[in-house]
């Protein structure tokens, strides 16, 4: 029997669109400016966790930059001069950990945003890439799509093999606010945390919902629902059992 040749359709053709990295900058780099991590030389120990960090940061966002996410091996080989960081950021967008948090719990459609923002630093362009790019995920699978994306003239012009994917040009020259940073959580320092336990919250370990509260059922409400609870259960039984009864013609319904 002749096998079935897979046959991977061509990347639907999509036209850019004018977004801020397509711009050339001329302003000079300031606190405002976005560091960009790279490996030109050898770097000291300081430096390279930066990198990791920074990497981490780009792939996963802070909201999953947990210990068990962590690529020890890839960590090891990139210390090492075995990888380059183009391989390491490429292990770790198709890790186990960043499929399980971020392509299993999405559609293509939503995927694909994430994987442009994350390795080509910007915006899907609009519903026509989605699209596109949604077709190289659908056929060829997560490390397929990865592999298409790190490929392209504009992750090369942009990243090069040994720097670390960032969202480019985002602060814009001369305007009160550039582009919001795509990783985006809410952050809440101690005196925040202070406020609310002067206005009487507590988030202690051992808190329990003290008598009256309104997250509490009132014990009067808590039995009346048991009760009608066990009426309710009692009669479906006694539904079922006649059903039961009147299949052998012992009773008639």
Not at 4 to 22: C, F, T
Not at 23 to 30: N, Q, R
Not at 128 to 146: M, Q, Y
Request: glycine share 8%; proline share 4%; hydrophobic share 40%.
């Amino acid at each position: 029997m002749e096998e079935e040749k897979i046959v991977n359709l061509p990347l639907l053709a999509y036209a850019p669109h004018s977004q801020n990295q397509r711009v050339e900058g001329y302003e000079v780099p300031g606190d405002e400016q976005l560091r960009a991590y790279a490996i030109d030389t050898q770097l000291g120990t300081t430096d390279m966790d930066a990198v990791i960090t920074a990497a981490y940061r780009q792939i996963f966002h802070e909201q999953q930059m947990l210990k068990i996410n962590r690529q020890t091996l890839l960590e090891s080989q990139l210390r090492g001069g075995f990888i380059s960081i183009k391989e390491f950021v490429r292990g770790l967008a198709v890790s186990a950990p960043f499929r399980t948090w971020n392509y299993e719990v999405n559609n293509n459609y939503r995927m694909v945003e994430l994987c442009v923002q994350r390795l080509l630093g910007r915006n899907v362009y609009d519903d026509k890439e989605t699209l596109a790019w949604s077709i190289v995920l659908a056929t060829k699978g997560l490390e397929g799509f990865v592999d298409a994306l790190m490929a392209t003239d504009e992750y090369v012009t942009a990243f090069g093999d040994n720097t670390v994917p960032y969202q480019r040009r985002r602060i814009l020259p001369q305007h009160a606010q550039g582009d919001l940073p795509f990783e985006r959580m809410p952050r809440y320092g101690q005196d925040h945390l202070v406020t609310l336990q002067s206005l009487g919250y507590d988030f202690s370990a051992n808190r329990r919902i003290a008598q009256g509260d309104w997250l509490e059922t009132p014990d009067g409400v808590r039995k009346v629902a048991g009760a009608v609870t066990a009426g309710l259960a009692l009669f479906l039984t006694l539904v079922a059992l006649s059903v039961v009864l009147s299949w052998f013609g012992w009773i008639h319904l």
